[in-house]
């Protein structure tokens, strides 16, 4: 049987909370400025959430040393909100650069698209990252 761990709980429940961002998100994806832009933010955030919370179901057959569950947990999860929030101030914005296909015929100012492209690449970067850490500790339950 497993069982929930601390670092487990918390990550249910940032999934959890980002899964109900994304469906908060979804209704106010009308409102913005680039509405496919805010479709892809609400797709984000509900799938993050969902993984966000599957990690923390399974977090008890995780096998890594205590530093590094910590940067897993937590790189993670904050991966998925960065990439989600450039996403989202992409689609208040107008940004489009770092997001062509969403972003097509939207523009903003260089500092708006810089710092957009800054979290959508760090986010990536870390939660690719993280993720590939949790495969590793997740090895030890093949055999």
């Given amino acids: 049987m497993m069982e929930l761990t601390q670092i487990g709980t918390q990550l249910i429940f940032i999934g959890i909370v980002f899964f109900l961002v994304g469906l908060i998100q979804g209704a106010l994806i009308p409102t913005v400025k680039n509405s496919r832009m805010a479709l892809s933010g609400h797709m984000t955030a509900v799938q993050c959430g969902m993984a966000l919370a599957i990690f923390g179901v399974i977090w008890s057959l995780v096998e890594l040393p205590l530093s590094l569950e910590n940067f ?45 492209k800054i979290m959508v690449r760090t986010g990536s970067l870390l939660s690719l990252i993280a993720c590939t850490f949790l495969v590793f500790g997740l090895l030890p339950i093949l055999w």
């Fill in 72 to 116: 897993v947990a937590y790189g993670s999860a904050l991966g998925f909100i960065l990439i989600w929030l450039g996403i989202t101030i992409a689609s208040v914005t107008g940004a489009s650069k770092a997001l062509p296909i969403a972003g097509t015929g939207f523009s903003a100012t260089v500092t708006t698209e810089f710092t957009v």
